[in-house]
């Protein structure tokens, strides 16, 4: 190596300054200024003196009762949970398949230009920011109760979460494979196809079965509003204070939740 | 036949990374770009089939003006190029004939290279070039669990499913040990004398450029400084191009260099 005249080179200063100080403080005040409230924070502590004794009556009932679940349930929740399971397979199956397209245009190193990458990011924070909830209202109102409601809120709300969650995965792809496609005269399609969705697909499945457990569990709101699924009958157990049957769908909704991270667990260890 | 006429690449920004170069490369010749990193090696390279189109001036390929070319015509002349990356750019969680089968995509429509239904014709095309490489035997592997210098071979291969008449190197052994250095540009002597592909290389070891270059140009802050047979380029012309004296680290070594040389 050539030696450096002059001796040793001054050290640069240390470029931009640290954020911990200026973020802190601010996470400060926000926590203090949420805290002034009769329900929050102080007005919590002066709450506690009479919501424990509540808890206290009817706690240990309560919680008895969820820890017996009521097996004779059982039969009555088959119907309504496998509709909720037909809701979510359709719902995912529409949602990650209209979300794949979706997210590659709503990413810098797939979409063919700037207008329609914005358009789609536009569109997409639009959708995402409607809660289920509000789009399962909206659709009982315009089709009248059932599943079919509870099925067009959960695509809705896949395209929002997938989309966005790949075409972040997609902006972090390697580069490298997109130039040696373009240098062989591959067009757009065949570039994404081949250079760049199998780099992203064992994401893309992940994310579609998480995608999957989240509408499996939004069933029990939506039955809430009308939109069908185990979601009705759990609401109605609730309204009577049936704990141990309520705790019947609770286990059901566990163990499907945990069978599909099981696959999702299996599928991903063959695709990465 | 290449021809750059009065091109120059001046990149936003205002860095110059061509300027003003007039070149011509005939069919057959295996051309070898000698120059510091910065001195618009991979530009040049980029330029001849307009992943980086001159701003100025132009460049010709086989009668195409990269400059003036459509979307359309631009694809299919960069279909009879191929090109090899330093960094190899695979796809590396796919099969290595996915990766050479993307050579074939100018030809497969969009439909059947969506589903991957790839005409047995191509899949042969693709599996010679793995055959002229040496590394058929690796087919259906995954592209992560080859070496180095086989994730190399499987680029070449790539750039020969294309069946090119023209080859880009960009530093193509910068990334390997110097045997497999050897090896990799022996691979890309014999293709372009078998086949009669022209083939342009940056290389920055001088002995390597020497060895393999028929012809060797030197760049310097992206202009023309040399341009000569290889077998001519002496110290001096590498001193000449490279603007200071020479050092250990301009050589890759003669240890790995193979007995039979030119």
């Known amino acids: 190596m050539t030696g450096h005249a002059g001796g040793v080179a001054a050290r640069p200063p240390k470029p931009g300054r640290s954020l911990v100080l200026p973020v802190g403080t601010f996470l400060f005040l926000v926590l203090t200024w949420a805290s002034i409230s009769e329900e929050f924070g102080i007005g919590l502590v002066s709450r506690l003196s009479t919501s424990v004794p509540i808890f206290l009556a009817r706690g240990p009932e309560t919680l008895a009762a969820l820890l017996r679940p009521n097996w004779g349930f059982l039969p009555q929740t088959v119907e309504p949970m496998l509709e909720t399971f037909r809701m979510a397979v359709i719902a995912s199956v529409i949602g990650c398949g209209v979300a794949l397209p979706v997210a590659f245009l709503a990413s810098r190193v797939t979409a063919p230009n700037l207008a329609i990458f914005l358009a789609d990011r536009g569109i997409l924070s639009v959708v995402r920011a409607i809660p289920d909830f509000l789009y399962a209202l909206v659709f009982v109102f315009a089709v009248g109760i059932g599943p079919l409601p509870g099925i067009a809120a959960l695509i809705l709300f896949n395209i929002g979460v997938v989309a966005k969650l790949q075409s972040e995965t997609v902006d972090g792809v390697d580069v490298g494979p997109i130039e040696a496609a373009r240098a062989s005269g591959a067009g757009r399609l065949q570039t994404i196809r081949w250079a760049v969705l199998p780099q992203v697909l064992p994401h893309y499945v992940a994310y579609s079965l998480y995608t999957f457990e989240l509408n499996i569990r939004a069933s029990t709101v939506l039955g809430i509003v009308g939109a069908g699924g185990i979601g009705r009958l759990l609401f109605r157990e609730y309204k009577f204070f049936n704990w141990s049957n309520v705790s019947v769908i609770v286990v059901e909704l566990f163990l499907f939740v945990f069978v599909i991270e099981l696959v999702s667990i299996i599928l991903r260890r063959r695709l990465v | ?262």
Do not use: C
């Open chain 2, 1 to 262: 036949m290449i021809r750059f006429e009065n091109a120059s690449v001046t990149y936003r920004g205002g860095v110059h990374a061509l300027k003003d170069l007039t070149l011509e490369i005939p069919d057959g010749q295996m051309m070898v770009i000698v120059g510091l990193s910065g001195a618009g090696k991979s530009t040049l390279i980029r330029a001849i089939n307009g992943l980086v189109p001159p701003t100025e001036g132009d460049v010709i390929v086989d009668g195409i003006s990269v400059r003036k070319a459509s979307a359309k015509q631009l694809r299919v002349l960069r279909s009879r190029i191929g090109m090899i990356f330093q960094t190899f750019n695979l796809v590396k969680r796919t099969s290595v004939l996915n990766n050479v089968l993307m050579g074939r995509l100018h030809t497969t429509g969009t439909v059947r290279s969506l589903l991957g239904w790839y005409k047995p014709a191509d899949v042969e095309i693709a599996m010679q070039a793995l055959e002229r490489v040496d590394i058929v035997e690796k087919a259906y592997a995954r592209a992560s669990n080859l070496s180095g210098g086989q994730q190399q071979r499987v680029g070449i291969a790539r750039a020969l499913a294309q069946e090119p008449s023209i080859l880009l190197a960009d530093e193509p052994v910068a990334s390997l040990d110097p045997p497999t250095s050897h090896v990799i540009m022996r691979d890309l002597q014999r293709i372009n004398r078998e086949l009669g592909i022209t083939t342009v290389v940056n290389l920055h070891f001088l002995d390597l450029a020497k060895l393999y270059g028929e012809r060797i140009i030197g760049l310097r802050a992206g202009e023309l400084v040399y341009d000569g047979p290889g077998a001519q380029a002496d110290e001096h012309v590498f001193r000449d191009i490279y603007g200071r004296s020479l050092s250990a680290a301009d050589v890759m070594g003669e240890d790995a260099a193979p007995a039979v040389a030119l």
